[in-house]
T-cell receptor, first 115, second 111 residues
Framework: DGGITQSPKYLFRKEGQNVTLSCEQN?????MYWYRQDPGQGLRLIYY???????QKGDIAEGYSVSREKKESFPLTVTSAQKNPTAFYLC??????????????FGEGSRLTVL | AQTVTQSQPEMSVQEAETVTLSCTYD???????LFWYKQPPSRQMILVIR??????QNATENRFSVNFQKAAKSFSLKISDSQLGDTAMYFC????????FGAGTILRVKS
């Protein structure tokens, strides 16, 4: 079935460690996104990519990094520079520029907890 | 800046009854899309309904319908015949040149 797969579902990290969250899609979508979800704040955009080998900062990119080496994959690294990384992270995709109506297709999310 | 406001942090409804979730937005654009997304306890976001701003007719998807008031910048979601499976967080979202989400409304359907 077509969809978006995020892994791991749950992740624990010690302070000072970098961690990478995986996001893979087989929808043949051009655009991919990473959102952070905190209670009472809705979804906030971290990074997005509209095409392979290109990505843009969202509203809260500090302390995060991404890569887009393949169309299907858009991993997110939470670095030690992120001051408050404990959150729920959602990956999403959309068809892309020119075909985009704003509708996103979401993965099941990854819960990161810093110990 | 575009903003989306959901003024009801939490709501409850009895099974089989009707409930309306509120959403207002602020934009200077004329062409845009509006969405309601559902996030059940499993946490995967699912699109519930979509409305194109240029369409005057309110969108409907089975038990879900919207009341789109463009001049008032209001986009409420009505759920009819509420079911236990409707229990979820509901997010209103606006898409002009970027997608902006509201803070969400937790809906609990009680048996």
């Amino acid at each position: 079935d077509g969809g978006i797969t995020q892994s791991p579902k749950y992740l624990f990290r010690k302070e000072g460690q970098n961690v990478t969250l995986s996001c893979e899609q087989n929808l043949n979508h051009d655009a991919m996104y990473w959102y952070r979800q905190d209670p009472g704040q809705g979804l906030r955009l971290i990074y997005y990519s509209q095409i392979v080998n290109d990505f843009q900062k969202g509203d809260i990119a500090e302390g995060y990094s991404v890569s887009r080496e393949k169309k299907e994959s858009f991993p997110l690294t939470v670095t030690s520079a992120q001051k408050n990384p404990t959150a729920f992270y959602l990956c999403a995709s959309s068809p892309g520029t020119g075909k985009n109506t704003g509708e996103l297709f979401f993965g099941e999310g990854s819960r990161l907890t810093v110990l | 800046a575009q903003t989306v406001t959901q003024s009801q942090p939490e709501m409850s409804v009895q099974e089989a009854e009707t409930v309306t979730l509120s959403c207002t937005y602020d934009t200077s654009e004329n062409n845009y899309y509006l969405f309601w997304y559902k996030q059940p306890p499993s946490r995967q976001m699912i699109l519930v309904i979509r409305q194109e701003a240029y369409k005057q007719q309110n969108a409907t998807e089975n038990r879900f319908s919207v009341n789109f008031q463009k001049a008032a910048k209001s986009f409420s979601l009505k759920i009819s015949d509420s079911q236990l499976g409707d229990t979820a967080m509901y997010f209103c979202a606006f898409y002009g040149n970027k997608l902006v989400f509201g803070a969400g409304t937790i809906l609990r359907v009680k048996s």
